[in-house]
């Protein structure tokens, strides 16, 4: 089992990494001192595997837990939902010292864990990301909430867990396009932050697509060891936090214009991240070879890199752009890369280069 450690004063907290680490839910918790009673929160598909081991292990452990089931998707991230989570949470009379179980993807994990911020005015709560996207990405550093008809996420909190389970048994169950999904997100901290890190994906594609342990377990640790460098530096998006968003105005953007069911958040991003590169070869100096590295590792990923929009899909685009929380002043602020490994946020960009970026090849 491999540890990385949140580092936020007081509210620091691990993520473990490992195998088979499901059993073992409820002894983590205890260690923590959690209150006895808690609700595990979960959609159907992982219900069906993952319900019964993770409240046999908390009920070993000495802990009460209710289970709410929600829809899978993320058109789950309603307030009608969260409403019906505080229902359930009341009616089983759940009370400050309890705590909230988000077993599931980045939608279980945004969904629950922002329920945890605001019932009661924040109880604990522990995530226990089952899909690769969110064990390196949504379920590591307090980022919870849920969307509007308007956007992505515009109704949230930044509220830390107390503990991140990882389980990589967990992705062996996940369909293929889920789990190629998850690693746009990896490919991310590669652009962003580790140009070792990408050069690795590049040579190692391969083993990842095939879920090889070593490789999957050392490169879900690196994600996570870089999201909890810049999270411990930058809690609420203040400054350096926002290099996290490369490629996700763009990628928020067509999933609100497509009603959360044509792309997986990893596939809008992916095509969000080639297009970001392409603005940044024209504003920022990233080198034509750098560009065509990104694509291409997209790409023998399995995921999409170009979306062809007419002029209606292009206008509602940016109108959901601007409503992306970036924003600052009415102008979308976008993260553009350098080099790979770094980038530089805050940036202005004309519409006409997004138009262009957006072109198809």
Do not use: N
């Given at each position: 089992m491999r540890t990385v450690k949140v580092p936020l004063a007081d509210r620091s907290y691990p993520i473990r990494i490992g195998s088979g680490l499901l059993a073992d839910l409820g002894a983590q918790c205890a260690r923590l001192k959690l209150g006895r009673r808690c609700a595990v929160i979960s959609d159907a598909a992982v219900a069906r595997r993952?319900?019964?081991?993770?409240?046999?292990?908390?009920?070993?452990?000495?802990?009460?837990?209710?289970?709410?089931?929600?829809?899978?998707g993320e058109q789950a991230k309603t307030l009608k939902n969260v409403q019906a989570c505080y229902d359930q949470l009341a009616k089983h009379r759940l009370e400050r010292g309890s705590f909230v179980v988000a077993l599931g993807g980045g939608v279980v994990g945004d969904l629950g864990g922002f329920v945890a911020a605001t019932y009661l005015r924040g109880i604990d709560f522990v995530q226990v990301p089952t899909t690769l996207l969110a064990q390196v990405d949504s379920s590591v550093g307090g980022k919870v909430g849920v969307n509007l008809p308007a956007g992505k996420n515009l109704v949230g909190a930044f509220y830390q867990?107390?503990?991140?389970?990882?389980?990589?048994?967990?992705?062996?169950?996940l369909p293929a396009r889920e789990f190629r999904a998850g690693l746009a997100e990896v490919i991310k901290y590669g652009i962003i932050y580790d140009a070792k890190l990408f050069r690795r994906l590049e040579r190692d594609l391969p083993k990842l697509l095939v879920q090889d342990p070593a490789t999957l377990s050392t490169v879900i640790a690196r994600c996570c060891q870089i999201k909890a460098e810049v999270v411990g530096k930058d809690e609420k998006e203040a400054g350096l936090r926002a290099i996290l968003n490369f490629g996700h105005t763009i990628g928020h953007g067509l999933e609100a214009i497509s009603q959360y069911g044509k792309y997986l958040h990893g596939e809008a991003i992916s095509i969000g991240q080639v297009a970001a590169a392409k603005v940044s070869s024209e504003l920022t100096g990233l080198p034509a070879a750098a560009v065509d590295r990104i694509a291409a590792i997209f790409a023998a990923t399995g995921l999409p890199t170009e979306v062809k929009l007419n002029a209606t899909q292009t206008k509602r685009l940016f109108a959901a752009m601007k409503l992306d929380k970036k924003v600052s002043g009415g102008e979308i602020k976008f993260v553009l890369a350098e080099s790979i490994g770094r980038v530089k946020i805050g940036q202005s960009v004309p519409d006409a280069a997004v138009r262009r970026a957006l072109r198809k090849s």
């Open positions: 993952y319900r019964k081991p993770a409240l046999a292990s908390l009920k070993a452990a000495g802990f009460e837990p209710i289970f709410i089931s929600q829809s899978a867990p107390k503990l991140v389970l990882c389980d990589l048994e967990t992705l062996g169950t």
